[in-house]
């Protein structure tokens, strides 16, 4: 095309669209629907100057006002004065006009360097990015949200996180950004740099999408409740989405409303929905299962199990400490290591097999027959219990220990008293942003625990209920009902929520239980207990293969179930006791929730097997 043809098509461009722009300004539309026709005549304007050297229609000479004046008058003027005065009218109103031109000249110029943005749907600006597949690395400086506050005021940031809500107020729009526990509120308001295109991008933008955002950090003079990150706010520069997310299944709001009144404690679960009292929407215990992922989203749930990490780690820590190994056992095993019918059973090729209800036989292996003496472990328990209570699931992480002893077993009740005492302290004083955040919608007491723990015995528990006019005989095991009364009878009576009970009756405790040297109806065996609920049961166990045998044969255990096992002790073993310790059982009561299922990422009870 030559020269004067390109010179032609601005020239018809710049016309047809000062025709549609004149319509719509006529049909009064909306100024959005036509400023992108006149952000384009603009920069078609600035081509043709660079290409013709002069602006668009050309320098148009002043125009002198004709004015009728007294022919008399005229005559009498000074014509000398009076040509002066008109040659300075019209150096001032040419002065005038290449002030417009220079202005619109520098419009023209910016329409065009966002027309060129614009020729890739702004992408610079705003828009979804390309996936992110590990095709190269840029200089991009990334800032966690957690990270921003008043030490970076006036600096440019980018962040990455949620879109956690967005709203529209005049020609602006409010979201907050959040990531993991953290959010800061990020705002847009259309203006000389902020099209209106990147405000309608971001409240279009569906809620719970990854998003990338730049731009300056400023801080405010009045804290915002809405974010974490009270004392700043991000002023958007460029916008993008990572991953868009698709409409929700419930609102984000609705499922971190605080509780209107506590769930039972005790007792069936069944799943059903219950509506709240309060009239406000909330999202049932299994919609939050069905989508787990978005639950998980929440701060409380973010602080549950970041709490639930950290008494994995301070578990750790205080057994690495007292010269504990840690072991890793197999969860396939031959026999049911507790003896019973609650096991989960599988073919193991040409043999039976069956799910660990408990690393029990081959941590007793490690520590009293291998030489390790102190070990521990973390790892899954299966349970084929078909027990639908807001307390009981079939797999759940276990954290077990196990030891050996030169006199009693009351050198391993020491060591679990300061273990626990060791792991609450641990928590009140590392895990107090996420403590807070399930309290803020889970309200609950702070755990109360003695120093040194409480201790009773199992016929004292029995009587300390009886003397509350609740029926329960020595020799009886404890109902789950009875365990809640003498927990609130121990935290009016003792002022803690934290005990243990020892010398249980043998015949509910399994078979390799060290029977109690004065009372062979009694055992060297003990549960501890928070808030009324057990989360520990361990004992004494029995080191002589002969006395081995023989309570297993007494609990219908073939014994060629456990040969191995039994074997193991034929060779030398030290005296020895632990216990098995719940982990999402003590996360649930150290926070006073209702149901297991909220301390479990992807429960497995009766009628679960997914996510």
């Given at each position: 095309m030559g020269k004067a043809a390109a010179i032609d098509e601005i020239t018809s461009g710049i016309e047809r669209l000062g025709l549609e722009i004149k319509e719509a300004k006529t049909a009064k539309l909306p100024k959005d629907q036509w400023n992108?026709?006149?952000?384009?005549?603009?920069?078609?304007?600035?081509?043709?100057?660079?290409?013709?050297?002069?602006?668009?229609?050309?320098?148009?000479?002043?125009?002198?006002?004709?004015?009728?004046?007294?022919?008399?008058?005229?005559?009498?003027?000074?014509?000398?004065?009076?040509?002066?005065?008109?040659?300075?009218?019209?150096?001032?109103?040419?002065?005038?006009?290449?002030?417009?031109?220079?202005?619109?000249?520098?419009?023209?110029?910016?329409?065009?360097?966002?027309?060129?943005?614009?020729?890739?749907?702004?992408?610079?600006?705003?828009?979804?990015?390309?996936?992110?597949?590990?095709?190269?690395?840029?200089?991009?400086?990334?800032?966690?949200?957690?990270?921003?506050?008043?030490?970076?005021?006036?600096?440019?940031?980018?962040?990455?996180?949620?879109?956690?809500?967005?709203?529209?107020?005049?020609?602006?729009?409010?979201?907050?950004?959040?990531?993991?526990?953290?959010?800061?509120?990020?705002?847009?308001?259309?203006?000389?740099?902020?099209?209106?295109?990147?405000?309608?991008?971001?409240?279009?933008?569906?809620?719970?999408?990854?998003?990338?955002?730049?731009?300056?950090?400023?801080?405010?003079?009045?804290?915002?409740?809405?974010?974490?990150?009270?004392?700043?706010?991000?002023?958007?520069?460029?916008?993008?989405?990572?991953?868009?997310?698709?409409?929700?299944?419930?609102q984000m709001e609705d499922a971190t409303r605080p509780d209107c009144e506590k769930e039972a404690e005790v007792g069936a679960y069944t799943g059903e929905e219950v509506e709240s009292k309060d009239g406000q929407v909330r999202v049932g215990q299994e919609m939050r299962l069905n989508f787990r992922w978005l639950d998980m989203r929440t701060p409380a749930n973010q602080g549950i199990f970041r709490v639930m990490s950290m008494v994995g780690c301070l578990f750790r820590e205080d057994l690495m400490k007292k010269n504990f190994v840690e072991i890793h056992t197999p969860k396939l095993i031959e026999g049911a290591a507790e003896g019973g019918s609650d096991v989960f059973k599988l073919k193991y090729f040409e043999k039976e097999a069956?799910?660990?209800?408990?690393?029990?036989?081959?941590?007793?292996?490690?520590?009293?027959?291998?030489?390790?003496?102190?070990?521990?472990?973390?790892?899954?328990?299966?349970?084929?219990?078909?027990?639908?209570?807001?307390?009981?699931l079939c797999e759940f992480t276990g954290m077990d220990l196990e030891m050996t002893i030169n006199e009693h077993y009351y050198e391993i009740?020491?060591?679990?008293?300061?273990?626990?005492?060791?792991?609450?302290?641990?928590?009140?004083?590392?895990?107090?942003?996420?403590?807070?955040?399930?309290r803020q919608q889970h309200p609950f007491e702070d755990l109360r625990y003695c120093r040194p723990t409480l201790k009773l015995s199992y016929q004292e528990g029995c009587q300390l209920l009886r003397d509350a006019g609740i029926p329960q005989g020595d020799n009886e095991d404890l109902s789950t009902e009875n365990e809640k009364k003498l927990g609130d009878i121990v935290a009016d009576k003792y002022k803690t929520d934290f005990f243990f009970m020892d010398k249980y009756p043998l015949w509910i405790r399994p078979f390799y239980t060290m029977p109690d040297p004065n009372n062979p109806a009694l055992s060297n065996s003990?549960?501890?207990?928070?808030?009324?609920?057990?989360?520990?049961?361990?004992?004494?166990?029995?080191h002589d293969p002969e006395l081995l045998a023989k309570k297993a044969t007494e609990k219908g255990i073939p014994l060629s179930t456990i040969q191995s096992y039994l074997d193991s002790f034929k060779h030398g073993a030290m005296p020895h006791g632990g216990g098995g310790i719940g982990l999402e059982r003590v996360i649930m009561l150290f926070l006073n929730l209702p149901n297991i299922r909220k301390t479990s990422a992807f429960p497995r009870d009766p009628k679960r097997l997914s996510p």
């Open positions: 992108p026709k006149l952000m384009e005549m603009l920069a078609l304007k600035v081509t043709y100057k660079e290409m013709t050297g002069k602006d668009f229609g050309g320098a148009a000479a002043p125009v002198e006002k004709k004015v009728k004046q007294d022919p008399s008058k005229l005559e009498a003027k000074d014509p000398v004065k009076a040509a002066k005065k008109a040659a300075e009218k019209a150096a001032k109103e040419e002065k005038k006009r290449l002030n417009r031109l220079e202005r619109e000249e520098a419009q023209a110029k910016k329409a065009a360097k966002a027309l060129a943005a614009n020729s890739g749907d702004m992408s610079a600006m705003f828009g979804d990015r390309p996936l992110v597949n590990s095709l190269m690395m840029t200089d991009t400086v990334w800032t966690k949200v957690d990270a921003l506050d008043q030490s970076l005021d006036e600096q440019k940031v980018t962040v990455r996180g949620y879109l956690s809500t967005s709203r529209v107020v005049g020609k602006g729009v409010f979201a907050v950004i959040r990531s993991s526990m953290s959010t800061v509120q990020a705002i847009a308001f259309e203006g000389k740099t902020t099209p209106a295109a990147l405000v309608k991008y971001i409240t279009d933008c569906t809620k719970e999408s990854i998003v990338d955002v730049s731009g300056v950090i400023r801080k405010v003079d009045d804290k915002i409740a809405s974010a974490t990150q009270s004392d700043v706010e991000l002023q958007i520069e460029t916008f993008h989405t990572v991953t868009k997310a698709v409409p929700l299944p419930f069956c799910l660990a209800m408990s690393p029990q036989l081959h941590k007793q292996i490690c520590c009293a027959c291998s030489g390790f003496e102190r070990v521990f472990e973390t790892g899954p328990v299966f349970r084929a219990e078909n027990s639908n209570t807001r307390r009981h009740l020491d060591v679990f008293s300061d273990l626990f005492i060791g792991i609450f302290d641990g928590l009140n004083e590392r895990c107090k942003t996420e403590i807070e955040a399930v003990y549960d501890f207990f928070i808030r009324g609920q057990e989360i520990l049961s361990g004992a004494q166990r029995i």
